[in-house]
């Protein structure tokens, strides 16, 4: 029985979208054929289901019973070799089906057979779902979801979700996008989500980790090879995975020495926002920058200094006094609490004539989005990062539509701008003017309170002071900081977590 391995760091590092686990699919079953196996896909409906079924009698060993949905797809193929091996195992099956079972792909009525022939019992799911045990198999709707869930398939996922047993998914929570990690019309809530053959990118962004529970995942021992012969269409990146990589900062040498750090110059901070620039000087100074200064308004200097006098702050109370500040930069970081008023149209116009690598957040962002702002990035290294409401603003489109498909927002972005694009929220996105995707898998709901990308920024700032390319900057320094909020939130809880309480994590991650 091919063991499944689960949690998200041990997930591999390849994301696929459902088309291209499509495509994995037919090659395996083309490769199972050839090694003269079976020819419609019943072998690897096997091994999904026997995988499945291991991880549940792993989480739920002591359950005599199990109740399986099953859709008229291959999904639902799954569910029925799940719920035959469950009869062989001596657990009561209570199975429930909906839609077409008439019209079964050859696998699935093989599949079928076979939980027939087991004692399975299947019967038309009417609205009311009977069930007395602990666990729920949702093989309702996998990778072939097409449209929102309504019907007779909301009231099978609504009465799932109202029931007290936990969920094991088969692949994907039903009514979840593979694609987007969006709810179409409404999804199972599981425990447990077991994906087959390839981890879809929508498992791990938007709405996905909420819905899905644990995420395991089975290769069904399809050849690694097979794997190469496609790209996989992001990549999945956490702290852990970068570290195991082997793509950390190099250590220092001894005979070093600040100049060889990067100078930051942090922008920003108009009246009633000081806190902003100095949570970002404060982050690029734990993430490692040489020098850090700081151009913001009067007010701020003093408070910035009582807590990091480390910085070189000045008051650029015109705005006319930043071009000489900038000429002594290696690295701007631009939009922290920046304001939209004139005073902030004037520095970034000036941050933007400048031709010094530039991470640009917040304000400058939604200044950078208003009529006549728009830039092309191709000649200068930058680093946008915007939430989903400055992508909003940015694409010219609602949150909604940003949030509809994350992965096409970030990479719209970066081909519009020419520059990489983190695209903030659970499962941050890198995305690069080329089409290469990263996603991010740490972070915590805790990381949802003002401030976080403020220190984001001076994060990022530190890396591309260090050397690192803007892709490279971005992917280290989203991982460091949302493995830093990770750290921080072990300690005392999500709830209450502050942006700067990441600083001493910070500062350990980066050694
Ligand atoms: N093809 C293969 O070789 C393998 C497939 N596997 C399983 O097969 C699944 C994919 O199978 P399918 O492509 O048949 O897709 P699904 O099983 O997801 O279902 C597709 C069916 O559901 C209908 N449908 C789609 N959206 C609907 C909605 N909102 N409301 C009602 N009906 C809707 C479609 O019209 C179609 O009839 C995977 O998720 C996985 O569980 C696994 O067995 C591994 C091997
Ligand atoms: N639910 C969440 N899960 C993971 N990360 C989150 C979550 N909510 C927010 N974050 C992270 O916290 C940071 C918040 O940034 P942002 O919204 O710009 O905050 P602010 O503007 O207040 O500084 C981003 O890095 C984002 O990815
Ligand atoms: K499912």
Wanted: charged share 15%; proline share 4%.
């Amino acid at each position: 029985m091919n063991r499944p391995y689960s949690a998200k760091d041990h997930l591999p590092g390849e994301l696929y979208s459902a088309a291209q686990v499509r495509e994995l699919d037919t090659l395996a079953i083309t490769q199972i054929q050839d090694d003269g196996g079976d020819t419609c896909g019943f072998e690897l409906m096997c091994r999904a289901a026997e995988a499945a079924f291991a991880c549940l009698l792993e989480r739920w060993p002591e359950e005599g019973s199990v109740c399986v949905f099953a859709g008229p797809g291959n999904n639902g193929g799954d569910a029925y070799v799940l719920a035959a091996l469950a009869c062989h195992h001596g657990l009561d099956v209570v199975f429930y089906t909906l839609g077409d079972h008439s019209g079964l792909s050859a696998a699935a009525s093989r599949a079928r057979e076979m939980a027939l022939e087991a004692g399975v019992e299947p019967q038309v799911f009417r609205g009311e779902l009977v069930y007395e045990g602990q666990v729920i198999v949702d093989g309702l709707l996998g990778t072939g979801l097409n449209k929102a869930v309504q019907g007779d398939y909301a009231s099978a996922i609504a009465a799932m979700n109202a029931h007290f047993a936990d969920v094991l998914a088969l692949d994907l929570p039903s009514g979840l996008s593979a694609d987007t990690g969006c709810i179409l019309g409404c999804a199972v809530q599981a425990s447990l989500t077991v994906t087959f053959i390839g981890v879809k990118q929508g498992l791990l962004t938007a709405d996905g980790p909420d819905i899905c529970g644990e995420v395991a995942f089975a290769s069904l021992s399809v050849d690694p090879l097979l794997f190469h012969q496609l790209s996989a269409s992001c990549e999945r990146i956490s702290w852990d995975r970068l570290e195991r990589l082997n793509q950390r900062l190099n250590p220092r040498r001894g005979n070093s020495h600040k100049g060889e750090f990067g100078h930051v110059m942090v922008v920003g901070g108009d009246h009633g926002m000081g806190g902003a620039v100095a949570m970002a000087v404060e982050a690029a100074g734990r993430c490692g920058a040489g020098l850090i200064r700081c151009a913001t308004r009067t007010e701020h200097v003093a408070p910035i200094l009582v807590r990091r006098p480390e910085a070189m702050v000045r008051a650029v109370e015109s705005g006319l006094e930043l071009q000489p500040l900038l000429a002594h930069s290696h690295v701007i970081a631009c939009g922290p609490g920046l304001g939209q008023s004139s005073w902030s149209e004037l520095l970034l116009q000036q941050v933007l004539n400048a031709s010094t690598p530039l991470v640009l957040d917040a304000d400058g962002l939604n200044l950078l989005a208003s009529p006549g702002w728009r830039r092309d990035f191709s000649e200068r290294p930058v680093i946008m990062t915007p939430h989903p409401g400055e992508a909003a603003r940015l694409l010219g489109c609602d949150i909604a539509s940003v949030q509809a498909d994350r992965f096409n927002s970030a990479r719209q972005l970066a081909a519009q701008y020419q520059a990489v694009v983190v695209l903030k929220g659970q499962g941050s996105l890198i995305a690069a003017p080329d089409g290469r995707l990263a996603l991010c898998t740490d972070g915590n709901p805790g990381m949802a309170c003002g401030g976080m990308g403020d220190v984001l920024t001076g994060v990022l700032a530190a890396l591309l002071a260090q050397g690192l390319s803007p892709w490279q900057a971005a992917r280290y320094g989203v991982c460091v900081h949302s493995g830093a909020a990770d750290l921080a939130a072990r300690e005392q809880g999500q709830r209450g977590l502050l942006a700067t309480d990441l600083m001493p994590y910070l500062w350990e991650l980066m050694n």
